[in-house]
């Protein structure tokens, strides 16, 4: 019954925030007992996409959402500078220029609540956990430091705009010191992933298959 119930408030959550649920997968209990492997960092398993044999392995935002859901995980959220730092050592070790995180810019309707305002400073969130993610101000985070501002995100806050977060190498926008940091972008474009583990999904499937080695 817990699981239900958080599962439910996720649900709920999702809907107030703007993100059509119907766009969004449910996870596939054979997908999730068999997902693969790739690393694994403080309890937590994580899928590459880019060593994956398939030629696909580049999604828009969504459709690698979606991709990691099925397999009872998510797009990475980067919740501590230490995550951080591990999943991109990863990308530069694997010669990947970029790739997705659950990051995500609550700019739609439920978004106007005080604590999120303004949305360009206050209302990025991963959409992966749904913890936010902290002032953008806050330099303790890694959002690139070109743009048109002088930083990043650098995007409004309306309908349509770059909405979702990646991780860009240094050489896109010249970041100095050759370091790879978070950058607003169209959700439209599409990148390689990394899914992580979603503590929700493996215990909403497991509920219901006990059977099942997840």
Same mark, same amino acid.
């Given at each position: 019954?817990?699981?239900?119930?958080? *599962? $439910?408030?996720?649900?709920? /959550?999702?809907?107030?925030?703007?993100?059509?649920?119907?766009? $969004?997968?449910? !996870?596939?209990?054979?997908?999730? &007992?068999?997902?693969?492997?790739?690393?694994? =960092?403080?309890?937590?398993? *994580?899928?590459?996409? @880019?060593?994956?044999?398939?030629?696909? #392995?580049? =999604?828009? @935002?969504?459709?690698?959402?979606?991709?990691?859901?099925?397999?009872?995980?998510?797009?990475?959220?980067? &919740?501590?500078?230490?995550?951080?730092?591990?999943?991109?050592?990863?990308?530069?070790?694997? %010669?990947?220029? =970029?790739?997705?995180?659950?990051?995500?810019?609550?700019?739609?309707?439920?978004?106007?609540?005080?604590?999120?305002?303004?949305?360009?400073?206050?209302?990025? #969130?991963?959409?992966?956990?749904? &913890?936010?993610?902290?002032?953008?101000?806050? %330099?303790?985070?890694?959002?690139?430091?070109?743009?048109?501002?002088?930083?990043? !995100?650098?995007?409004?806050?309306?309908?349509?705009? &770059?909405?979702?977060?990646?991780? $860009?190498?240094?050489?896109? *926008?010249?970041?100095?010191?050759? %370091? =790879?940091?978070?950058?607003?972008?169209?959700?439209?474009?599409?990148?390689?992933? /990394?899914?992580?583990?979603?503590?929700?999904?493996?215990?909403? /499937?497991?509920?219901?298959?006990?059977?099942?080695?997840?």
């Amino acid at each position: 019954m817990v699981n239900m119930w958080v *599962y $439910l408030v996720g649900i709920v /959550v999702l809907c107030q925030l703007g993100l059509n649920f119907a766009q $969004l997968s449910l !996870p596939k209990p054979n997908l999730c &007992e068999n997902r693969r492997k790739d690393i694994t =960092y403080n309890g937590h398993n *994580y899928l590459l996409s @880019w060593r994956s044999r398939d030629t696909n #392995f580049k =999604y828009t @935002w969504i459709n690698g959402r979606n991709f990691c859901r099925e397999r009872c995980m998510d797009l990475v959220s980067l &919740e501590t500078q230490q995550e951080d730092q591990f999943i991109t050592n990863e990308v530069v070790n694997g %010669r990947q220029r =970029y790739i997705w995180t659950s990051g995500r810019l609550c700019n739609f309707d439920g978004c106007d609540q005080p604590h999120l305002l303004p949305k360009k400073t206050n209302g990025w #969130f991963w959409s992966g956990s749904m &913890e936010l993610m902290g002032p953008t101000t806050d %330099r303790k985070n890694n959002w690139g430091t070109r743009g048109r501002n002088g930083h990043q !995100p650098d995007e409004g806050d309306g309908p349509g705009t &770059e909405a979702c977060m990646g991780i $860009l190498s240094w050489d896109v *926008y010249s970041e100095p010191g050759n %370091r =790879y940091t978070w950058h607003d972008i169209g959700c439209h474009h599409e990148k390689p992933i /990394v899914c992580e583990d979603s503590d929700e999904l493996l215990n909403f /499937v497991r509920s219901r298959n006990p059977n099942l080695r997840l």
